[in-house]
């Protein structure tokens, strides 16, 4: 068996049924240029990345990272209890928002961070989205003060991504930089983008120049 870390995510997703990279991608909510990417080895993945897929297709990180020998399945571990039955934590895939390698409209654009353990039960009373289209990450900069400080930690819902309620708060990407702020109506192909922070002015710019990652859900504080 090879230890080819694409080979061996491509044998982990027919093991699982998935017939096609697209099916398995439509299935976890991944990106499915950037699954093709890492199953096609046109472009690597980090371990944390693995750890994503490893759970979904029931295998180890390490071994699709090229470790052991054939077997691929995950040893028998007790099943694990959801959060309305009280478990204690989920993972969650952290990114940096202030760096992204394209234009920043595919959350796979943005480089990952590792993960964070999040409470289970406070997850569910935030957002009824599965735990796999939710990420983590740091607000930068001062535009959002006093709702949002310099290095909080934020709860992004990635499948909030419908322009459809006025004065929530967005992760985004704005002429290809990632950004956290307001969004609101305008005159018609357009978007005013709105800093809470009463020293920044706000801006109106094309709605193609605004691509919403997720709508921040949650956010919290180091005291």
Known sequence: MSTDPPARLRRARLDNGFQSAQAAADAFGWSSSAYRHHENGTRGFDFATAQ??????KVSAGWLMGEGGDSSKMPD??????SADGDGRVSLKKINLGFAMGDGSNLDDYIEEGSL??????????????????????????SM?????DSDMI???????????WD?????????AGAVKRLG???RGKVEVISDNPGIPNRIVPLEDVRIIGR???????H
């Open 52 to 57: 994503r897929y490893g759970k979904a297709f």
């Open 77 to 82: 571990i007790p099943p694990t209890r959801g």
């Open 117 to 142: 353990d999040f409470d289970a039960n406070l997850l569910r009373l935030i957002t009824q989205s599965p735990a796999h289209r939710i990420v983590v990450a740091e607000g930068v900069g001062d």
């Open 145 to 149: 003060q006093p709702t949002l400080m």
């Open 155 to 165: 709860v992004i819902d990635t499948m909030q991504t419908q322009l459809n309620k």
């Open 168 to 176: 929530r708060i967005w992760a985004l990407s704005l002429q290809g």
């Open 185 to 187: 109506p305008a005159e």
């Open 216 to 222: 921040v859900v949650w956010s919290g504080r180091r």
